[in-house]
């Protein structure tokens, strides 16, 4: 499966936030989208989220030359921000989830094992949600969205605010989650973007860019990626 | 002095014209018209200037005339035990007193002064006494005429009404003095924005003085109320001495600044912190129901302090005063035909009631900040199909809540017109009860209906829709237009029940057609 973008384009007054983002993702991989401030990864994630509408251009499947338009379903959008129904607990947002989505969750488990999955601890699965740290609202962002096994999973920014503890273990859980979708991940962190994903895609300037590693050193790659965004 | 007075003033006056061009943009069509360049269109800032002057102009007289003509001259109107003149200046002084401490000017922590003494690093010395000096002119200019005119109508000597406003800015030099004073003693800055307990309650004492005692035929004799007003002068012109010797007034910037930001940073959570703080208990709720009616009965369940419980109260009351009408027409035979003739022609003030009790925007604004803000983050949720079906459901449901009082009022209307007298017609009878029950299902239909087709708020859960503000405001002024017409009950009932009808079919068709498309998070 590819997910394949064909010149998308976004402005906002006069400003062209998105000129021409044409790419091609590949399935089982994680990209990391990096940009200057301002340069539109938000606008690009919300988009594709149809969040906001773009201005012109389409992206869609390609399975074996046969094309599949995206709907909302397909999409799993994880927000930098952690945003949770905070009147709910833990196990009810969970139970909510899998009710109206049982029909396209494959083989679903018990809350507990969910839950014993994402390492969120017994006695807060009963609270509400409202008073669940920042890394734990996190972490049922994520759940929800790996229990609904998206072809496309965005991330804006996620690991950003998370203890080192949580950090990993979510970077962990993003390595062992990619086989079968694409995932798109946005950060300002160099390091993070190296260690984490297969390729790097710059957005700058409205465009979309593969970054080619080829046999350079992280050192030298990552001199060579600042050098293309300062470029632009 | 002229220079710092010049740059600050330039500088408020380009914050106030930035701010005009801003709310001009907000304006949904003209938002579109106007360019992103709209901040260095000269002809533009020329005129958001001049708005602004306007508006400097404004506030120095229209806020004193409403002070003069309303809060003293009006209510002391309703003393007629007491001479004219004597009440008219006690009142003054008892607020004049409230005044000193809740508008100073200087402990006023605002954003003008943080950009000029911290930003710009102005001299805070010059800065905040040249400000200060010009806000005692805008005093003294701003209440003359008002006191004149408003002294004289009230029968006080002239020359009375020439010192007011020489006296209301000593009392206001005075009251900074001591509070300058305080700072140096024990370092407490105090914020007129925030006073302290002690503070409020000393306000309220004075104000039930101001008020309360000449109504039972008190107020401080004519040569008392001289004697204050010529002390608060004298000690003004004392006090500008502690002014002008004051050396710290950058500290004292400073630290109004701090708790500005406190404030502006609480302010911007507070919307939704307190929305989340009308989540009742937790976790001993439950519900047997699966989806989204397990989500709409949580909700439901979790926010009935909000939904039930107030329409439970607000049905209460209106139980209370049905009965108390009834009871007041029993033992007033003389007031039945007033009333009967009142409930047959004067029935658009319960649209207008029906508008004050409907549960509507606070359930929509629940439902955003607690529910949908998250929920409208993840696709599953964004299904057309799933955002109808809570939608079908968050209709019946507050149009379940507000039916409850609607149905006391539906019910106790027509008992009212029985009582004080009846009508001819007894389809009056049905038609208030109907058209009320419609009005009730209208709001409720109205509110979800928009908030569901513009909704209104960004992912930082500000409302940044124009056309939903102006909605908001439309069907107020509709609705207190509606509070004093007079038009026979028969034909204003059929004709709400027929524009009820037709404007929630229309509304249904419209969610239906267009939601799944508009009930998006906004950017």
Known sequence: ??????????????????????????????????????????????????????????????????????????????????????????????????????????NIKSTDEYFDYMSIAYEDRDKLLKDYSHGMKNKMQMLINIIAQPDILLLDEPLTSLDVVVAEEMKQLMRTFKQGRVTIFSTHIMDLALDLCDEIVLLSHGELEAVEKANLDNYEFKNKIIAALRDK | MNKIFKISFSLKNTYRANCVLYAIKQIPILRKVLPESVYKIRDLKILANVIAAL?????????????????????????????????????????????????????????????AIMLLRMNAKEYTLTNYGYSMLKVIVGILPFSVIFGVLERVPLWICLIIPFCVAGAKLFTAACLLRRYEHNGFVYNENAPSKLIWAVIVILLCVAYGLPAIGIALPLYVSVFIMLAFILAGVISVRKLISFPYYREINQQLYSQMKYQMDAAKHANKKSTEKIITDGTFVTSKRKGFEYLNELFIKRHRKILWQSSAKITLVCVGLICAVLIFLNY????????????????????????????????????????????????????????????????????????????????????????????????????????????????????????????????????????????????????????????????????????????????????????????????
């Open chain 2, 332 to 523: 007033f035979p003389s007031v039945k035909a007033e009333a009967n003739y009142a409930v047959l022609n004067y029935f658009p003030f319960f649209a207008f009631v029906m508008y004050i009790i409907n549960r509507g925007t606070g359930f929509t604004k629940a439902l955003f900040m607690n529910c949908d803000h998250s929920l409208l983050t993840y696709s599953f949720y964004k299904q057309p199909k799933f955002i109808l079906k809570l939608f079908t459901i968050r209709l019946r449901e507050i149009i379940k809540i507000n039916l409850l009082p609607a149905v006391v009022i539906g019910a106790g209307l027509p008992v009212i017109l029985f009582a004080s007298g009846g009508t001819d017609n007894p389809l009056n009878y049905a038609v208030l009860t109907v058209s009320i029950i419609c009005m009730s299902v209208f709001f409720s239909i109205h509110y979800l209906t928009i908030y569901y087709l513009l909704q209104p708020y960004n992912a930082g859960t500000e409302i940044k829709s124009g056309t939903y503000q102006i909605i908001m405001s439309g069907t107020y002024v509709v609705c207190w237009f509606l509070l004093n017409l007079e038009i026979p009950t028969l034909m204003f009932g059929v004709m709400t029940i027929v524009f009820c009808v037709v404007y929630c079919i229309a509304a249904c068709i419209l969610v239906y057609k267009f939601a799944p498309s508009t009930f998006r998070i906004r950017y």
């Open chain 2, 55 to 115: 508006w400097e102009v404004a506030t120095a007289f229209l806020g004193k005339l409403f002070y003069f003509a309303i809060i003293i001259f009006g209510l002391s109107q309703f003393y007629r035990d007491v001479p004219q003149n004597q009440v008219f200046l006690h009142i003054l002084l008892f607020l004049t007193i409230i005044g000193a401490f809740l508008n100073t000017g200087i402990f006023n922590p605002k954003k003008d002064k943080y950009y």
């Open chain 1, 1 to 106: 499966m590819k997910f394949i973008i064909e010149h998308l384009s976004k402005h906002f007054g006069t400003k062209q936030v998105l000129r021409d983002v044409d790419f091609a993702f590949d399935e089982g991989k994680i990209y990391g989208l990096l940009g200057r401030n301002g340069a539109g990864k938000t606008t690009l994630f919300n988009c594709l989220n149809s969040d906001i509408k773009a201005d012109g251009g389409s992206f869609y499947f390609e399975e074996n030359g046969v094309r599949r338009e995206v709907s909302a379903e397909n999409i799993g959008y994880v927000l930098s921000t952690p945003t949770v129904p905070e009147f709910l607990t833990g196990r009810e947002f969970l139970k909510f989830f899998i009710d109206i989505n049982e029909k396209s969750i494959h």
